[in-house]
């Protein structure tokens, strides 16, 4: 009885064996696309993070959350006591150094040089009438050269006061100077506690509120453009050496689901992500959806090559990118061309019609 179960087993299995016929496909023409698969987001056309220069609280907040703002437009101020102390001591800096420029010190340094511009004329003159009278034989030697001396100490003196004038105008328009820098400097500090626009768009969102502490290192907010977006996508480093600018982009967003959107290649990034080992690339739209919001996720395929007909087998069908199995399972070489995710282009090797095996795990 045992012998008799394990023999119909055993035909059973071999009947269910010869039964299971091996898959097989007919060679045809179709379409066929090859794309590259990127992924990325939307960003707003000039969108950028407003970061401030200094650190402060926030004292006022000028604009709302989703606001239009024109270029130069103040979001917010910031508050710093010590920065407003230190520009009015600028101020009070420049103040006398002004006062100093044109006041006493060289009023009192011209009387000198007129009072010594005085006294050397007169020393000049007593010293030529001396002369006078001694080539007269009139006088003494040592009238003479006292006479003489005078004069040259006065004109010594005289050069003396105009150099002595001449230096602490100098002085004084380089303190003159030196205090105007030193307030602007100061007024461009506290110019950089009010936070500006850089640009005309839309405050997408607004980081911080009144109170809030604001540091050089973290945002405060982002602005852009709401009528222009832009596509910026993501793509491995082994796809970058395929893609162009104007390659067309078929996009998908989970926001309109079962719609497909079209784009083109706008720019390349040529410096790769070494994190990430990714090239960042931005597409335009040329259809675009209704409606688009700043970082909005998206899948898009860059189309590199495609057919309007090509002679096309499954890709599961190759072996090792170059054979295929006939009907007597023979391996037989193929020439490939374009590859999407499912088909491949067959250049040289089948004709259409022809039919081929599936091969086996």
């Keep these: 009885m045992k012998k008799c179960c394990f023999a119909l087993g055993l ?31 939307i960003k707003s056309k000039n969108q950028y993070q407003v970061f401030s220069k200094t650190n402060g609280l926030v004292e006022e907040v000028f604009v709302e959350e989703g606001a239009l703002i024109q270029k130069g437009d103040a979001i917010l101020r910031l508050s710093n006591p010590s920065s407003r102390l230190n520009t009015a001591n600028s101020r009070l800096a420049l103040e006398l150094a002004n006062q100093n420029a044109r006041g006493e010190k060289l009023k009192e340094l011209q009387v000198g040089i007129e009072l010594a511009k005085n006294k050397y004329l007169n020393d000049s003159l007593l010293w030529l009438r001396q002369k006078s009278l ?13 006479r003489e001396l005078a004069f040259k100490t006065s004109q010594s003196n005289y050069r003396s006061a105009l150099l002595r004038y001449a230096d602490t105008k100098k002085t004084l328009d380089f303190q003159s100077e030196q205090a105007l820098n030193n307030s602007r400097i100061s007024e461009s500090m506290e110019d950089d506690f009010i936070i500006r626009s850089e640009t005309n768009g839309r405050l997408f969102n607004l980081l911080k509120e009144k109170g809030e502490m604001v540091t050089n290192m973290s945002p405060i907010a982002t602005i852009g453009d709401d009528k222009a977006f832009i596509i910026e996508l993501q793509v491995d480093e082994y796809d970058i050496t395929r893609l162009e600018t104007g390659q067309t982009v078929l996009v998908s967003l989970d ?57 096309l087998v499954p890709r599961n069908y190759l072996i090792a990118d170059s054979f295929v199995l006939n009907p007597d399972k023979d391996k037989v070489p193929v020439i490939t061309g374009l590859k999407d995710y499912n088909k491949v282009e067959i250049l040289r090797g089948l004709k259409k019609g022809d039919v081929i095996l599936k091969p086996g795990p």
């Design 255 to 311: 926001s309109y689901k079962g719609r497909v959107f079209e784009g083109r290649v706008s720019k390349i990034n040529r410096i790769m992500d070494e994190r990430s080992r990714t090239f960042k690339i931005e597409a335009e739209f040329t259809n675009a959806p209704e409606t688009l919001y700043p970082n909005l996720s998206v899948e898009a395929n860059i189309v590199i090559q495609s057919k309007s007909s090509a002679l």
């Design 134 to 146: 001694w080539e007269q034989k009139i006088g003494t030697q040592v009238e003479l050269e006292q």
């Design 11 to 41: 035909i059973s299995f071999l009947l269910h064996s010869c039964g299971k016929k091996t898959e097989q496909y007919t060679v045809n023409e179709a379409p066929i696309t090859e794309s590259v698969y990127a992924s990325g987001i």
